[in-house]
């Protein structure tokens, strides 16, 4: 791909050279390696760049804690604040809530959205496999609303009826299923108008044209190195057309979600992006049950593009799901 400025380039490169060699032939992780990627800072309470943040745990036992993004005098028209539970991207395998490249992206998107930030620090994989992650995600949404008023939450700037479940890469599979999963219980104080799937990790055992046309030429990310984090996600004798990855697929139990309240579900997309017709499928899915679902495509965007403020489709991104939000919102006053 021609275009990418030396910067997109080395990280690119870093990337991929440290991930294959972390990623071991026997489905195991060197983590010690892996680190050498994974700079993690810890919470600010003094705000940086207009965002205080503040990390809570949920449960102790298995390292299940959020950090919460929080800015300063966004609320001055005394408008309350949607609120956004993310999941991190990063195949299931690789980095946290509290990684520093997930860090800069939750405290630009709690800026520039003009939201409440709940970034969540889930299990990974290989060393926890599915259905974990979809239960700590699940787990944190119900502990937000049975502890509305938690420490450090804005309980008069921010409206937790207004609430969005999103993520990136394999955290945007993780907020497919944990709304899903919402779907199926009542909430006192939370209200989910909304899914953000912003270039999100499904697949299937077919090879699609764009897995094809990219498979090694794409910036960080090839399909070996996808196929492999369903290896190390999905459970032992298990295929990519596990629902889990396959969502709409043979496996999947048809269109069984046309039965569920599935909330309005915005699905961003890169023409660069392996994994580009699995996410363009996941929203025509959606659609076929009747649901309410837009898909916006950049067709110059690599994976992760999101992460690079100074890309034009990085600003337009965020311009998306602004009006996304702001639309989904609208629906409840009226």
Known sequence: MSGLSWKIKLISSISNFVMN??????GTVNRRLSAFLDYKVPPSVKPINGVKTSDITVDQSRNLWFRLFTPINANADNSRMPVIVYFHGGGGVFLS???SA???LCRRFAKELNAVIISVNYRLSPEHKYPCQYEDGFDVITFIDNNPNFEGFPTDGADLRNCFIGGDSAGGNIAHHVAVKACRREFTN????????IQPGFGGEERTESEIRLASGA???NVERIDWFWRAFLPEGSDRDHPA???FGPNSGGDAISG????????IVGGFDPLLDWQKRYCEGLKRCGKEAYLIEYPNAFHGFYSFPELRESCLFINEVRDFMQKQCEKLKE
């Open 21 to 26: 060699l972390a990623c071991r032939s026997d």
């Open 102 to 104: 997930f860090d800069t």
């Open 97 to 99: 809530a509290d990684s």
């Open 245 to 247: 990855a396959n969502v």
């Open 190 to 197: 939370l209200n989910i108008i909304g899914v953000i799937a």
């Open 260 to 267: 569920f309240d599935f909330p309005a579900t915005v699905v």
């Open 219 to 221: 910036p960080f990310l």
